[in-house]
């Protein structure tokens, strides 16, 4: 009923941008927070940014400073704008729509990968 869709992936060079989008199937469906996650082949997922309904931001360390996550409320979509990118950001990358602490939407995950 209710589908979250990532788009932007894509194989860039060491430097290059990337922005992601996330947005549920349908429109009339809220999330409370909203998060990046990115899994690396034989890596465990990790959190990369999240943002709050009251628009509260978090940034893994690894990412912060590069990475930017923001929300386009009309449209009910999330960003997450990508730069000076490194090898080790490569992974598929999931949108995480939460609207409280037992349900939660995943998307399907978009691969990001960063190669010279």
């Known amino acids: 009923q209710v589908r979250v869709v990532e788009a932007g992936g894509g194989l860039v060079q060491p430097g290059e941008s990337l922005i992601l989008s996330c947005a549920p199937s349908?429109?009339?469906?809220?999330?409370?927070?909203i998060a990046w996650y990115r899994q690396a082949p034989g890596k465990e997922r990790e959190l990369v940014a999240a943002?709050?309904?009251?628009?509260?931001?978090s940034y893994a360390d690894s990412v912060r400073g590069r990475f930017t996550i923001s929300r386009d409320k009309p449209k009910k979509t999330v960003y997450l704008q990508m730069n000076s990118l490194k090898p080790e950001d490569t992974a598929v990358y999931y949108c995480?729509?939460?609207?409280?602490?037992?349900?939660?939407?995943w998307g399907q995950g978009t691969q990001v990968t960063v190669s010279s």
């Open positions: 995480k729509m939460s609207v409280d602490d037992e349900v939660a939407y």
């Open positions: 943002i709050t309904g009251g628009g509260i931001l």
């Open positions: 349908r429109n009339t469906f809220s999330a409370n927070t």
